[in-house]
């Protein structure tokens, strides 16, 4: 069992101090798991709402002095689908999953893109009217081609993977 008494919380410090503690003492997949979680506790802004943050909080979100780079991409919706016109669309999920399954992803592009300091992925729920965001993911890292394919990466994931549905409505 470890004990941290006095110690004092700098942005960043406990997460190295934990992550010497483990590879020091080869603790198991678990407490890295663990380590893992709490890294990226503050690394992702993710949120599943009737009410999401702008283009411009997400990416204030992800900027870090570290970063050269903020690659986003914002979901709208468009006025036409098949020669029907859209009036809006509507958006069902259950809000712990979908933001489970968000988190995972994030994780995931983590993994695949190691320079990705923050991410934001953020989805409505509820109506979008015709050219309103439903869905901004945003991504930071030192360099742009981490941070263009990690956004890539994602939305095609959360299009495939996030348990939201959606229905159109027509004029």
């Known amino acids: 069992m470890i004990f941290i008494t006095n110690f004092k919380i700098a942005s960043g410090s406990i997460t190295a101090y934990l992550a010497g503690l483990i ?85 995931e592009a983590n993994e695949k893109f190691p320079s990705i300091v923050k991410i934001a992925a953020v989805h409505i729920l509820g109506d979008c009217p015709v050219s309103k965001a439903s869905c901004i993911l945003a991504a930071s890292s030192p360099h742009r081609k981490d941070a263009i394919y990690c956004v890539e990466f994602l939305i095609e994931e959360l299009k495939g993977r996030v348990p939201l549905w959606k229905r159109e409505s027509y004029k």
Request: hydrophobic fraction near 30%.
């Open 23 to 107: 590879e020091s003492t080869k603790l198991t997949k678990y407490y890295k798991k663990i380590m893992t979680d709490l890294k990226d506790a503050g690394n992702y802004l993710i949120k599943v709402s009737e009410s999401i943050p702008s283009l411009d909080e997400c990416v204030s979100f992800v900027t870090d002095p570290s970063c050269g780079a903020i690659s986003t991409f914002s979901g709208t919706t468009r006025d036409n689908f098949q020669q029907k016109t859209v009036t809006k669309l509507s958006y069902e999920g259950y809000i712990p999953m979908a933001e489970k399954e968000l988190r995972k992803i994030c994780a």
